[in-house]
């Protein structure tokens, strides 16, 4: 008699990301003034839970990838205090000078280094930091990029230090086949897609401390911490 073979069911694969990093450098740049009014208070409630799991800490050293219109930035900034350090990267000019302008009027801007760059290639020593924020970024990378910005994170943050990531989930669902038709014929302006976070950060090498599962738009989101070295 033959065995019934047991078939591990594959995850349905995420969808690529066909825009070039010019193009999505254009198109920050041309929202940047606008992006608060489209995205800001939607957005607003799930990047505070990720502040809040990432705690940052007086004196801590933090970055953040994807800083945008530079709320988090502000935040992290004020939490790590005068004896801390924030550093931001983030692919377009014209939200480096909203998030500038922001960090100028709290007096702040002397506690932050923000460059402009691709995160794929962070340009930060080994070890530098206690901690690693990033707010509906990561799903910004194409498929082969992810592993790649992620190993990066690994690097730059000290054993025991945190990565927190707010991220767009894929799970299935009307509402995410809806969104990811609308990534595939606007591919420029719906950049984004859901991503499999959790299993992500785990193929980095990193252990998941605590997710919390929240939607919008009826779109899953999930807020992961998660820790380089400590227990799984
Ligand atoms: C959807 S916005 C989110 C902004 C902010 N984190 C928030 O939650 O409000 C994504 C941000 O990532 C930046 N970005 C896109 N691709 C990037 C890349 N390859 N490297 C660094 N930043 C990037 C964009 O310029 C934009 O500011």
Redesign the pocket.
Same mark, same amino acid.
């Given at each position: 008699m033959h065995k019934p073979v047991q078939h591990t069911p594959v995850p349905a694969p995420i969808r690529r990301v066909a825009r070039s990093?010019e193009k /999505?450098r254009a198109n920050?740049n041309r929202l940047s003034r606008w992006y608060d009014i489209i995205a800001g208070s939607t957005?607003k409630k799930y990047?505070d839970v990720g502040l809040q799991k990432l705690a940052a800490r007086p004196g801590e050293h933090i970055l953040e990838?994807?800083?945008?219109?530079g709320?988090?930035i502000l935040a992290l900034a004020q939490a790590v205090g005068e004896s801390g350090q924030v550093c931001g990267?983030?692919?377009?000019e014209g939200?480096l000078t909203i998030t500038q302008d922001r960090l100028r009027q709290a007096g702040l801007l002397d506690r932050v280094d923000l460059r402009v760059g691709? /995160?794929?290639k962070l340009p930060f020593a080994e070890g530098e930091f206690d901690g690693v924020f990033m707010?509906?970024?990561l799903e910004?990378?194409d498929s082969p990029e992810i592993p790649v910005v992620l190993k990066q994170c690994y690097e730059v943050l000290k054993s025991g230090g945190r990565l927190a990531v707010v991220a767009l989930v894929k799970q299935p669902g009307t509402a995410v086949k809806i969104y990811e038709w609308f990534h595939e014929k606007m591919p420029v302006a719906v950049d984004?897609r859901p991503i499999y976070a959790q299993a992500d950060l785990t193929a980095a090498g990193f252990h998941i401390q605590d997710v919390a599962a929240m939607s919008m738009w009826g779109l899953p989101v999930e807020i992961i911490l998660a820790q380089k070295g400590g227990s799984p």
């Open positions: 990093k /999505a920050y957005e990047r990838i994807g800083f945008g219109t709320h988090c990267i983030d692919l377009s939200m691709d /995160a794929a707010s509906f970024t910004l990378f984004c």
